[in-house]
C-alpha cells in the first residue's frame, strides 16, 4: 500500500506557504480603491490667484549672523546608509558691483550621532559659490553664499540620527537637527508615507501646501521639478504670474535669484529633518551670461549622482527602501553617450 503520509505533509506545507504569502502580499492598485490613510486637505487656506511671498516676510528672512549655516537640508545618498547635508553660510549679494565669497574661507563641518548630546562622529565635505550674470546694462547680477555639500557614511538603516553643521573653528555651528535613514534595501521593507510634490513656487498656497504635507508625516519628499519660480522676476525684484506677458522685451529671461534665498528658509524647518529629492524642471533653466543654465539648481541640492554612477545632476537614482527611484530630467539627451573627463558614460545603478 502507497505511503501518502510525505505526500500529504508537503502538500500541506506547501497550501501555509501559500497562506502566508497571500496574508503578506503587498496590495496594487488593482485591489483598490482603498480609503485614505492620510489628513484630509482642509483647502479653505488656498487662494485662488497664487500670491507670492514677501521678501519681508519673517520665514523668508535671514535671521543668522555671520557665517552661521541657514537653509539646511537632508537628502538622500543612493542607499541607506549614507545622506547628504547641506547648508549655507554668509550673505549673497546682488547688484551691478558685487564680490564672490571665498568658498574655502569656510569649513565644511558636520558633526552627528545616534544620541542628541552626544555627536561622537564627524564628516567634512566641499563647498562652493555660483553666479548669475547678465552682460546687459541695468540687469543686476548676484552672488551666492557659500554652500555646503557635507556626505555622511556608514549609518545604521532606520535609524535616527542628530546631527549639526557648520564650522567649529570659528565657532559657526548650527543648532541640533535630526533625521531618520531610510530603511534597508528589501522587498519586504519600505518607508511609511512619500510626498510627491511640484510646482511648488514659494506663495501663500504653497504654505498651504507644505502644512498639509507636514502634517501627514512623510518619511520623504520627492520634488518632481519647477522649486522656486525666481524665473518670473527680473533682476530688481518685480515678479509676474506670466513672464513673457509682462516683459517681452527684456534682452534675456531674468530671474530674481534672491527668490531661492527666501524657498531655501521657508523649507528649511521641513527639509532638515525629511529627506528632500529634486529634479530640475523648465522654471530651473535659468539661462544667464555664455548660455549657462541650471546653475542655481545643480549648486543649491546634493545629488547621489556620483554613487548611482551618473555623471550629471539632471538624472540619477537612489533607494528608499524596497523601492529603486530613477530620477530622469527633461533637459538632458538621453540619446547621446555623454563623455566626460574620459569616463564611459554613467549608468543609474
Avoid at 40 to 47: K, Q, Y
Avoid at 276 to 294: P, Y
Wanted: aromatic share 12%; glycine share 8%.
Amino acid at each position: 500500500m502507497p505511503n501518502f503520509y510525505p505526500i500529504m505533509v508537503a502538500f500541506a506545507i506547501l497550501m501555509l506557504l501559500l497562506l502566508v504569502c497571500l496574508v503578506d502580499a503587498i496590495p496594487t492598485t488593482l485591489d483598490g480603491p482603498f480609503p485614505p490613510l492620510t489628513v484630509s486637505l482642509d483647502d479653505s487656506g488656498f487662494r485662488g490667484n497664487a500670491v507670492d511671498l514677501p521678501g519681508t516676510d519673517p520665514r523668508v528672512r535671514r535671521m543668522v549672523n555671520g557665517f552661521e549655516p541657514e537653509q539646511i537640508s537632508v537628502s538622500l545618498s543612493t542607499f541607506a546608509d549614507s545622506v547628504w547635508i547641506s547648508w549655507i553660510t554668509g550673505e549673497s549679494q546682488i547688484g551691478e558691483d558685487i564680490k564672490p565669497l571665498d568658498p574655502n574661507s569656510v569649513a565644511s563641518v558636520v558633526r552627528y550621532g545616534s544620541l542628541r548630546h552626544t555627536l561622537s562622529h564627524e564628516a567634512t565635505g566641499y563647498s562652493l559659490v555660483y553666479n548669475q550674470l547678465y552682460p546687459f546694462q541695468g540687469l543686476q547680477n548676484y552672488t551666492s553664499g557659500i554652500i555646503h555639500h557635507v556626505r555622511l557614511t556608514g549609518l545604521e538603516p532606520g535609524a535616527q540620527y542628530y546631527y549639526q553643521c557648520g564650522d567649529p573653528s570659528i565657532p559657526a555651528m548650527s543648532a541640533v537637527h535630526a533625521f531618520k535613514t531610510m530603511p534597508i534595501s528589501s522587498p519586504q521593507s519600505y518607508p511609511n508615507r512619500i510626498a510627491i510634490v511640484g510646482d511648488l513656487g514659494l506663495t501663500y498656497n504653497t504654505t498651504s501646501t507644505i502644512d498639509h504635507m507636514s502634517s501627514n508625516e512623510p518619511d520623504l519628499i520627492v520634488l518632481v521639478g519647477d522649486v522656486t519660480y525666481a524665473n518670473l522676476y527680473l533682476t530688481n525684484g518685480t515678479g509676474s504670474d506670466c513672464y513673457s506677458c509682462s516683459f517681452p522685451q527684456t534682452p534675456i529671461h531674468e530671474t530674481y535669484q534672491p527668490r531661492w534665498d527666501y524657498w531655501g528658509r521657508f523649507m528649511e524647518p521641513v527639509v532638515s529633518t525629511i529627506p528632500l529629492m529634486v529634479v530640475e524642471g523648465n522654471h530651473e533653466i535659468e539661462e544667464q551670461a555664455e548660455h549657462k543654465t541650471f546653475l542655481s539648481y545643480s549648486s543649491r541640492f546634493a545629488f547621489p549622482s556620483v554613487e548611482s554612477g551618473s555623471f550629471s545632476t539632471f538624472y540619477y537614482s537612489f533607494n528608499a527602501g524596497g523601492i529603486h527611484f530613477i530620477m530622469l530630467g527633461a533637459y538632458i539627451s538621453y540619446y547621446k553617450q555623454v563623455q566626460v573627463a574620459g569616463k564611459r558614460p554613467g549608468k543609474c545603478r
